[in-house]
């Protein structure tokens, strides 16, 4: 199995940056791809972003284009989500998850980690 581990949220002002990381363990290179989703209160989950684990391929919801950038440290075993100029709808617990397809829907994946809050303060 695959386990992944969430952090780097916090609260954060409108306009600034944050650093999330998804640290992953077991059989990682197993899961093709790996992704960000997103929670807020109310909302159903949202696709963030995703990438080929080996290839290193991403895309991105149109919302988060130019402002966010995943990435991956193979090394390390780790996916990141930089997140820059940040706004108040960014708020959301964030979730990385593991899986076979690239995918925006989240039935696609097969592993989920605990999620991380970020908040983006106006």
């Known amino acids: 199995q695959v386990q992944l581990v969430e952090s780097g949220g916090g609260l954060v002002q409108a306009g600034g940056s944050l650093r999330l990381s998804c640290a992953a363990s077991?059989?990682?290179?197993?899961?093709?791809?790996m992704a960000w989703f997103r929670q807020a209160p109310g909302k159903e989950r949202e696709f963030v972003a995703t990438i080929h684990w080996s290839g290193g391929a991403t895309y991105y919801v149109d919302s988060v284009k130019g402002r966010f950038t995943i990435s991956k440290d193979n090394a390390k075993t780790t996916m990141y989500l930089q997140m820059n100029s940040l706004k108040p709808e960014d708020t959301a617990v964030y979730y990385c998850?593991?899986?076979?397809?690239?995918?925006?829907?989240?039935?696609?994946?097969?592993?989920w980690g605990q999620g991380t809050q970020v908040t983006v303060s106006s």
């Open positions: 077991g059989r990682t290179f197993g899961s093709r791809y």
């Open positions: 998850a593991a899986g076979q397809t690239s995918s925006s829907w989240s039935w696609q994946y097969d592993y």
